[in-house]
């Protein structure tokens, strides 16, 4: 399932990629105010919760199709949550960049783009998207993109979240 995931994530990335160029959407973040804290709003409580916000699973379907993610994001805060996390990848778990621009008007939670990232035009889209970190899932990743999309975060101010599940992933 994640090779189909991954392959089908380059054929979106690569099918938008010619429309703008990394050079382009880091000038773009440039005059950005600066991301929320995700690592200190995770490790400033003894207990830090980060609530998802998921209209589909590719194992369930269906979750909520009328989502509110700005209705769901503000329940979430009132409710203790240190972070939000908002599926933005279209296909698999119907996300949008939609979702996570609405959840982080909405609330004043550090939210975290979850999507399968592999190009650093989608580290940048995410930032412009109001994304404050986005996730890294190191089994899909390269040992120097993981480094370069990691650099390119810490660059931008913005969170890193590496999902591992290995020993060879957390090596990497």
């Known amino acids: 399932f994640l090779r189909r995931v991954v392959e089908v994530t380059y ?3 690569h099918s938008r990629g010619c429309q703008r160029p990394v050079a382009e959407l880091e000038m ?3 005059d950005m105010e600066p991301p929320r804290d995700f690592a200190t709003a995770l490790t400033s409580v ?7 916000i998921k209209r589909a699973s590719p194992s369930k379907g269906w979750l909520r199709q009328d989502l ?3 209705a769901l994001a503000r329940s979430y805060q ?3 949550a240190a972070a ?3 599926l933005t990848e279209p296909i698999f778990f119907r996300g949008s960049p939609e979702d996570l621009v609405l959840a982080r008007r909405a609330t004043s939670l550090p939210v975290l783009c979850k999507d399968f990232i592999l190009d650093p035009r989608q580290v940048y889209e995410a930032r412009l998207w109001g994304a404050d970190a986005v996730l890294l899932i190191a ?4 040992p120097e993109d993981l480094a370069e999309l990691i650099g390119i975060c810490q660059e931008q101010s913005m969170g890193a979240l590496v999902e591992v599940h290995s020993q060879e992933d957390l090596d990497m």
């Open 68 to 70: 509110d993610a700005a």
């Open 139 to 142: 089994a899909i990743l390269y």
């Open 11 to 13: 054929q979106r990335i």
């Open 28 to 30: 773009l973040t440039a």
């Open 46 to 52: 003894p207990f830090a919760l980060i609530a998802e």
């Open 84 to 86: 939000l996390s908002v």
């Open 78 to 80: 009132a409710g203790g």
